[in-house]
């Protein structure tokens, strides 16, 4: 599996509250990393355009990240996860630090106001 990331300009924002995506199983499974390290801790995250089949290896993928199942919804063979990062989770430990010391961005930018990656 190759390695994905999350571009700079999403980093240079986090951490977010909310975030929804509605694709296919394999991006899901390869974005869970970038996602789960731009959730903020008591944020949430939406996961749709799932086989009912398939949302069991999708949740496996976020749970090892650090995310909560909050609910299931099923409808006409498609399902919907919404997932949290509890506030105690390493990462979102690391996202809050970040959100407090803004000398140190995801990003890698090193002043909040000089991010260029948001541009």
């Given at each position: 599996m190759r390695t994905v990331s999350a571009p700079r300009r999403f980093r240079c924002r986090a951490p977010?509250?909310?975030?929804f995506a509605n694709i296919l199983l394999e991006p899901l499974t390869q974005l869970a990393t970038p996602i789960a390290r731009l959730?903020?801790?008591?944020?949430?995250?939406?996961l749709s355009g799932l086989l009912t089949a398939q949302?069991?290896?999708?949740?496996?993928?976020y749970r090892a990240r650090g995310l909560v199942l909050v609910r299931r919804i099923r409808l006409e063979?498609?399902?919907?996860l919404v997932l949290s990062r509890p506030r105690s989770s390493a990462a979102?430990?690391?996202?809050?630090?970040?959100?407090?010391?803004?000398?140190?961005l995801p990003?890698?930018?090193?002043?909040?106001?000089?991010?260029?990656?948001?541009?």
């Open positions: 977010y509250g909310l975030v959730v903020a801790p008591n944020g949430h995250v939406v949302a069991g290896a999708a949740l496996a993928s063979g498609w399902a919907t979102g430990d690391i996202v809050q630090a970040n959100a407090r010391n803004r000398s140190f990003c890698g930018c090193s002043i909040a106001g000089a991010c260029t990656a948001a541009q």
